[in-house]
C-alpha cells in the first residue's frame, strides 16, 4: 500500500447497530481481510461515497433513524449467501 501522510483521527463517532448489522459488517471485514472493524466501516463508508449517484436517493419524508437499516435482502443475499 502506497505511504501517506497519516491525518490525526480527533471525532469519535457513535453508532449503534442491531446484532444481524454487526454480523453484516464482521462478515465482511473478515473475508476483506481488514486489520479491525473501525478500518472495515472507514472503506465502506469511503465506497459508499464514492458510489454516489449510482443510487437513487433514500426517501426522507417523515422519516426517522429507524427507517436506515444495514442490512436488507440484498445485502444479505451478498454477505450471507442467503436467497
Do not use: C, H, Y
Not at 42 to 55: D, K, N, S, T
Not at 62 to 83: E, L, S, Y
Amino acid at each position: 500500500m502506497a505511504e501517506k501522510q497519516a491525518l490525526k483521527r480527533t471525532e469519535k463517532l457513535q453508532l449503534m447497530l442491531d446484532e444481524l448489522e454487526l454480523k453484516a459488517i464482521d462478515e465482511w471485514r473478515f473475508e476483506q481481510r481488514m486489520p479491525t472493524r473501525a478500518a472495515a466501516i472507514r472503506e465502506l463508508l469511503r465506497r459508499g461515497l464514492l458510489a454516489q449517484g449510482q443510487f437513487e436517493s433514500p426517501d426522507t419524508d417523515d422519516a426517522t433513524t429507524r427507517d436506515f437499516n444495514v442490512v436488507d435482502d440484498k445485502v444479505k443475499a451478498v454477505v450471507f449467501g442467503d436467497d
